[in-house]
């Protein structure tokens, strides 16, 4: 039986009722009526004395219990429909990833065939113009073959790389497909399972390699040229061995033998200064004029300078026979020039008269130079007027030719004549200790050099026009080089459409109780796309960074004596292919100022500059090497550039893919992609890069890592 309460008491009394103490509290007025008998089946039923009733405990129980187990359906309904988003997602990534790895393997094949084909045209040119440079003919002969070698090779990677590129691009699509059904797959549990595939946007491939039509580098012309070039410089090094010794006996004769030559008896013979009778150590830095001006001034320092060595007659006749030499000498020397002009040695150098005999063939014997005097009234002939035996009036100036013609008579006193005067350089042009012994033999030298030298000359001119020719050839084939670039725009290249399904989902029987009813999951699909993002090359991180690691493990040089070490030159070529036209001019100069230290001539240094010049006009642009990484983007972004003709075409073809499968190539058919056939090797060869050491770099795709194949 419920115990009574006592209602309407004022402050509340003890075991008053709960409400009545309530309005005691607020101080209303005895007056009001208590309502707690109204309440007394609705609070009392879950609050009694302030506290909560039993009833309350288990109501809360029960809806705790209620909200958890739906809670946990929802978020268990929630995160699998999430998974299907973030399965498309990964799936688009897989497919742009494939795209990423072959415009990675395309860029390595582009630098191959660029950078092995400038070094072949490295190595041709710098060899052709050390064909001309005397003393590395041999070698640079090995450097044209070798570079030639080089230009086929490179001609023949270009080929087989645009092949295997060509092809790798005619199934690319399935690729990328692949590899993202097999992520897409990868995503599923045991309760659920997921089936799609990306798609490449555009399908169709738009790149262009010119070495599968034809466009390659016109090695038999450059090779037809560099032996025409190689056959006259070899004449022309013979020539310039012949006209350099000729030169070196002239030096040899005025100034570089040990001992007597023209330099030491001109300073020892007359007073000469160390200007007027320079001496030279060498006869590169020599010049034929400097000997040619030491006999002018030695003669001349005779001619005004020279005294008889006694005061008898006979020393005045030597002395006066000497005097007519020097005095011949200094105007024939006056006279003579050795010099080149209009691409010809003129060496008019006479020789001096070294006899008798000779005297009679100059001006020495027929110039009217003797006096003579009147003797019983026939001509007699005197070395000089105050001769002893003048006795007679004077007569005319006579000739040694007039004397032994007839017209006149020796002196019975002096005897001169013509043997005189052919004495005056007998002794000296016979023995090395006269002066005229070593001019006779500058002079014959000098006359070997002008022929030598003209022969030289003449092939030089020569040599300028297969230079020429050979300088046309190679500017075509470096023409050739950069203007037949391959161009890569592979399928994918504006990204890749994921498409993914899952079928219905059965829940976890944890989820079924008498508190909520296990959800049902529906049939569920979502849409991703992926594009590849630019990641700025660094020197450490660049699309040919990992090329590089290998090619150090393999590289192997061929030593070339011209150029230096190949291997060395092409890796040299391949690390600047980003900015080759950097590299290039660098490059060329220390290779043409090696070739200057040997000694390269005019026409050499013409063609190193020409294909100096041809090499640093390239204007080859500077080349991205970032790598292409796959990041997501808006899915609207690619199915604008594809065949799609929007998002609800996009939804159509989800409905397509069949559920439960793992073939790429299925769900492809399924939503209507023809993938072509498909490549049956398991490791697929793109291209063998070869190095011109030996040996060669393979670069490989791993179809059964794509298509996760065991």
Known sequence: MRRGYLHGTRNGAERGCGVCRSIAQRRVPRTVACRGRNLLWGVDLFLEDGAYTTVTTAVSILLVLALVFSAASAVWSLSRAGDTQTTADATALAGANVVSSYHTAATVVDASILSLGLTGLCVTGVGMVGLLVPGANAAAGEAVDAGIRILRTRNEFATSASRGLQAVEGVLPYLIAANASRTCAAQGTERVSFAGTALAVPWESASEFPALSGDQIPVDGLESTAGDLDEVAR???????????????????????????????????????????????????????????????????????????????????????????????????????????????????????????????TSLYTEAVWPSSLEDAEPVLHFAADCPGARGAPGQVLSLADLEGGGARACAVCQFDVGDVGRAPAASTSIDNGFEYHLREFTEALGDYADSRNEELELERQAQ???????????????????????????????????????????????????????????????????????????????????????????????????????????????SYGDLSEGIDSLMDGLFRGLDLLGAGPVARWL????????????????????????????????????????????????SIPLGTTDPGAVLQALGYEAGELIAAAEFTIAEIPLPGGGSIPLKIRLRDLMGSS
């Open 235 to 361: 004449e022309l090094a013979k020539a310039s061995e012949r006209s350099q010794a000729d030169k070196r006996r002239a030096w040899i004769a005025d100034c570089g033998r040990e001992g007597m030559n023209m330099q030491e008896r001109a300073a020892r013979l007359s007073g000469l200064s160390a200007v007027e009778n320079p001496d030279f150590a060498s006869s590169v830095t020599w010049n034929p004029t400097v000997g040619l001006d030491r006999a002018r001034a030695y003669y001349r320092w005779r001619r005004d300078n020279d005294a008889p060595e006694g005061a008898g007659v006979e020393a005045r006749a030597d002395a006066a026979a000497r005097h007519a030499f020097y005095r011949f000498a200094c105007a024939e020397l006056e006279r003579a020039s050795i010099r080149e002009e209009d691409g010809r040695v003129i060496a008019d150098l006479p020789l001096l008269p070294r006899n008798t005999a000779e005297v009679r063939r």
């Open 608 to 655: 190193g500059d020409r294909v100096q010049g041809v090499m640093g006009g390239l204007g080859l642009h500077p080349v991205d090497l970032s790598y292409r990484k796959p990041v997501l983007t808006d899915t609207s972004n690619v199915i604008a550039r594809s065949k799609l003709g929007g998002i609800a075409d996009a939804q159509e073809l989800l409905r």
């Open 465 to 575: 026009g297969r230079a020429e020719q050979a300088g046309d050839a190679f500017e075509d084939a470096l023409a050739a080089l950069a203007g037949k670039r391959p161009r890569i725009a592979p399928p994918g290249r504006e990204g890749c459409l994921a498409l993914v399904a899952a079928g219905d989902v059965e829940p976890p029987p944890e989820l079924d109780s008498s508190f909520n009813q296990a959800p049902r999951l529906p049939s569920r699909a979502a849409i991703s796309a992926a594009v590849l993002a630019r990641d700025p090359a660094t020197a450490d991180n660049n699309a040919l960074g990992s090329f590089f690691s290998s090619l150090e493990d393999r590289s192997g040089g061929t030593l070339i004596g011209v150029v230096g070490d190949v291997m060395d030159l092409w890796g040299r070529l391949l690390i």
